[in-house]
């Protein structure tokens, strides 16, 4: 099997697995599945363009730009739209999180127009080694996916504030009994995982384009790598990426590469028939 395969899957399990494992945070927290992370995706690639193309700022700086702006606006959205309407059922609160992308990435397209933009950073010639070629900035995106998978694991399993995002996410009340305050808790992992999209966002610029639909076009792997690794496990969503990513791959070698964002719906499809608990997550208990 050709080495670029893995490579190529590789990148895009680092693309897709940062955000994926927010989405399963978001979810753990707040019980319905948000797929406002296109928009915010979309949010953090033009707000790291606006730092390092028309302010001039480096791409490092325009990155801790993005991530700090991405956390606000989803922090904001979960404060005047989610959590109003806290008390509806999970579907409704999705239709709502589909209509807030729409609208995020309308208000992205009446600033910036539909142009395709990129980093002020210099062209390179990509990597070569064993017949496999990967570019410096994807050499980037995979040790950043690495650094962050190994920071979020050391939060959850070895600090008081992972302690309580799990315990929030395992039994509110019950975190609420024991006095962990579930509502700071909340506004803290909504602040995290905006952050980690904003980050997305520069990694789908910095491999991909920068355009209005960037967040868009990877809401269904991210999707699919969840559910793969079962919502609400991000180990498990790490996991899910890798096989993912290398799926897509695969499936080039048979069908032309349009039919590549096919495979998130098919996985998507066959484990909420066969396993909707996904590789990781735990069957839920009907009394």
């Keep these: 099997m050709n080495l670029q395969i893995f490579v190529n899957a590789l990148v ?16 753990g927290v707040l019980k319905f599945p948000n797929f406002a992370i296109g928009g915010y995706i979309t949010i953090g690639a033009f707000a790291a363009y606006t730092f390092n193309v028309p302010l001039g700022l480096p791409l490092p ?27 509806q059922s999970a579907v409704t609160l999705l239709v709502v999180s589909i209509a807030l992308t729409l ?52 939060l959850l399993r ?3 504030i992972g302690r309580a995002m799990r315990a929030v996410a395992d039994n509110p009340m019950l975190a609420a009994i024991r006095g962990v305050d ?24 910095l491999d991909l384009v920068i355009e209005p639909l960037v967040g868009w076009n990877l809401t269904i792997p991210i999707f699919a790598a969840a559910i793969l690794g079962g919502i609400g496990s991000p180990y498990g969503a790490i996991l899910g990426a890798l096989l993912l990513g290398l799926a ?8 032309p590469s349009t ?3 096919a495979v998130g719906f098919v996985i998507i499809a066959i484990f909420l028939l066969v396993r909707p608990q996904g590789l990781f997550g735990t069957a839920e208990i009907k009394k």
């Design 12 to 27: 895009n399990a680092a693309l897709i697995a940062p955000p994926a494992m927010a989405f399963s945070l978001l979810f």
């Design 61 to 87: 700086l325009a990155t801790i730009g993005a991530m700090a702006v991405t956390g606000f606006v989803v922090w904001l959205a979960h404060v005047w739209v989610f959590k109003p309407m806290q008390a």
């Design 103 to 154: 609208i995020l990435e309308s208000v992205v397209r009446l600033f910036f127009s539909a142009d395709v933009r990129g980093f002020d950073i210099p062209l390179e010639r990509p990597w070569k080694f064993w017949g496999a070629r990967i570019t410096k900035e994807q050499v980037q995106i995979i040790a950043c996916a690495v650094v962050l998978g190994t920071g979020l694991h050391v």
């Design 158 to 160: 070895h600090t008081r």
């Design 182 to 205: 579930a509502a700071k808790i909340t506004a803290l992992t909504t602040i995290l995982c905006g952050a980690i999209f904003g980050l997305t966002g520069v990694f789908a610029g």
């Design 248 to 255: 897509e791959e695969l499936t080039i070698l048979v069908l």
């Design 259 to 261: 039919y590549k964002i």
